[in-house]
């Protein structure tokens, strides 16, 4: 394995940004946070990924010059949720076969509330034609269907998924960078209003400004001190069934297998999981895919395993408590935090002796749910 | 007011789809030729009581709903439909709705 994430970095994230703060400048402080983060100089840099959805009407060669960055490695993705993951595995591949020695991953949205509504109802073409004239709700009203369709077919009540969002915030407590770090009982997730049935205010990702970046290097390249974190395996899957399923199974679902044998470890080796969050539905569907729900039953998983807090999830408080900042940063938030985890770096919200994390994207909601996901195993390189 | 929805049929195997598609997922067949689809049981609904962005949303209804041919399309419900029910399908430009049959 000669490919290792070395260095993280992140814009302070706000939900409403202030005037001359835009999409580049949160890119940019994030990217000036991983660079030193990863202790290395711009010049360092020959390769970039980026994925906004405000980046617009420039693009990733644009991003370069105006970081002024000379690169033999370019990438630009449009996978929403999953366009992190999607990045780290192209990222892995560069600089392992030689293609840049050291590739920078970043990602960052700064729409603002009335900006995201326009996303959501132009998010692609059937959206245009069906969804939006509708007044869907955006994501919200999509995956207010799923929700109905997940406490059917498994039983949940909607106490269940306040269970994600309460633990969620605790881990938020220790997060300095979460928009949301005051504690949320189970009382408050109950009264909240509801958004579109059955959701209510804390199962729906509060949107925020900001960027995320990771640095992609050979293990060597890490800091003096600090151990690199690998990728054990990664997989990923687009339009896994033609949106004609029931949504409750991700694109996961058709490599979960192949992930944990090529990574050489199960589900139940994984000391902290970072599951794309952008609602707590879809984390249960993504940790029922990955095979760490037994039995799938998904209530029991809910108020035993996160609800007891025996399980580490989401640790930095996930998109739902820190915000998200855009799909693309968001899955990227999740990635970092697993390196802070396995680096021995979260603080006060260490994982003792994290060895091993999974971590995962999911997104692109074409009409009736999403239709890309990836993920990936990651590793403390001792 | 367009009575029915409409699909795309698979000239080759005959499936149904919506939306609209280019190749056949079914068969990778290229033609289609276009049918219409009246009728749907609901299967799950919402309310959408806030809209990003918007301060005078007035809530609104929509749904899951699986077709008499067999697709699960999403409409907005013109009555207080619930899960269960059969409805009638109809289109106002290319947004598909739905209302309890009369």
């Known amino acids: ?46 390769g970039m990924a980026v994925a906004s959805f405000s980046l617009a009407p420039d693009a990733a060669v644009d991003l370069a010059w105006k970081l002024g960055l000379s690169l033999r490695w370019l990438l630009q993705d449009t996978n929403g949720g999953s366009s992190a993951m999607n990045m780290l595995g192209h990222a892995l591949r560069g600089v392992e076969t030689g293609a840049a020695s050291a590739i920078l991953v970043v990602g960052g949205d700064a729409t603002g509330l009335g900006g995201y509504a326009k996303v959501a109802a132009n998010f692609n073409i059937v959206t245009q034609l069906h969804l939006a004239p509708l007044g869907h709700g955006g994501p919200n009203g999509v995956y207010a269907l799923v929700t109905s369709r997940q406490m059917k077919k498994y039983g949940l009540e909607k106490s269940d998924y306040g ?30 209003p509801l958004v579109a049935d059955p959701l209510s205010r804390y199962d729906c990702v509060p949107v925020v400004a900001g960027a995320q970046a990771i640095i992609v290097a050979h293990p060597d390249r890490s800091p003096r001190g600090r151990t690199p974190v690998r990728v054990r395996a990664h997989r990923a899957s687009f339009n896994h069934d033609n949106q004609e399923g029931d949504g409750l199974q991700t694109g996961i679902s058709t490599f979960a297998g192949e992930l944990w044998q090529a990574a050489g470890v199960g589900p139940q080796d994984i000391d902290v999981a970072s599951i794309y969050d952008d609602y707590p539905t879809m984390v249960l569907a993504q940790l029922n895919d990955l095979g760490m729900v037994p039995g799938s039953d998904l209530a029991r998983f809910a108020r035993r395993d996160v609800g007891e807090r025996r399980f580490p999830l989401n640790t930095w408080g996930g998109m739902l408590s820190a915000g998200q900042p855009g799909g693309p940063a968001g899955g990227l938030n999740g990635i970092s935090e697993a390196v802070l985890q396995l680096q021995h770096r979260a603080g006060a919200r260490q994982v003792k002796d994290a060895r091993l994390a999974v971590a995962t994207g999911y997104g692109m909601t074409m009409y009736r749910y999403g239709g890309t996901a990836a993920a990936a195993v990651l590793e403390r390189m001792e | 007011m367009t009575e029915g929805i409409g699909i795309w049929r698979c000239v080759k195997c005959r499936a149904g789809f919506f939306p609209q598609r280019l190749l056949c997922p079914r068969c990778h067949g290229d033609e289609f030729e276009p049918d219409r689809v009246h009728e749907a049981v609901v299967e799950e609904i919402s309310t959408i009581r806030h809209m990003l962005g918007q301060t005078d949303w007035q809530p609104r209804r929509i749904a899951s709903v699986r077709t008499s041919d067999g697709q699960r399309i999403t409409v907005g419900l013109a009555d207080d439909s619930e899960p269960g029910a059969a409805i009638e399908l109809f289109e106002e430009g290319t947004a598909p709705f739905g209302k309890a049959k009369s």
């Open chain 1, 163 to 192: 269970q994600l969002a309460v633990a969620q915030r605790a881990w938020a407590a220790h997060n300095p960078y979460a928009v949301y770090r005051m504690p949320l009982t189970m009382e408050e997730y109950l009264a909240a």
């Open chain 1, 1 to 46: 394995m000669n490919a290792a994430i070395i260095g993280v970095g992140q814009s302070a994230y706000t939900r409403r940004p202030e005037p001359g703060q835009t999409t580049h400048t949160f890119i940019r402080d994030a990217v000036v946070a991983a660079l030193r983060d990863a202790e290395l100089d711009a010049r360092d840099i020959q």
